[in-house]
């Protein structure tokens, strides 16, 4: 839908090479959710979006392809900035919610089996430990972990 057949397929892989026990139509089905992330994001800077966990990964995968991931930036209007970092702890229920609105105004539903809290990998475990970027997402707070005075 964004990217070529090509592209998308070499995504795929991308995730399935940093995930060896995932199925290819999984690894698909993360690759899709990303890419609506990306456009959400680019189409609404500064409105406070994030990826769940297991859309990262797809995150990841797009981003590792540079030179396309710049491409469909540029197409989207705004490049998208990925700063890692990942602490469960600083997680605001209501992100992912806003994120899927904002997918579905662009005109596609959200798989909400990929949208889960950072803990939920009920579909699919990823190796993606990050969850946020600040350019597109809300600033967040750190909490005190717990045990922690």
């Known amino acids: 839908m964004l990217i070529t057949d090509e592209r998308f397929t070499s995504c795929r892989s991308t995730v399935m090479d940093a995930n060896p026990d995932m199925s290819e139509e999984m690894a698909g089905r993360i690759v899709d959710e990303a890419l609506k992330f990306v456009a959400a994001c680019a189409t609404n800077p500064g409105v406070g979006l994030a990826p769940s966990r297991i859309v990262d990964e797809g995150w990841h ?19 998208v900035h990925h700063f890692p970092g990942y602490d469960p702890t600083s997680y605001d229920p209501p ?5 899927r609105e904002k997918i579905a105004e662009l005109g596609w539903e959200a798989d909400a089996g990929l949208w889960g809290p950072p803990s939920d990998e009920t579909l699919a475990s990823v190796a993606a430990k990050c969850q946020h970027a600040p350019e597109c997402t809300i600033v967040i707070t750190p909490k005190p972990k717990p045990g922690v005075a």
């Open 61 to 79: 995968a797009l981003i590792l392809h540079t030179a396309m991931y710049a491409e469909l930036c540029e197409s989207l209007g705004s490049f």
């Open 95 to 99: 992100i992912l919610d806003r994120t």
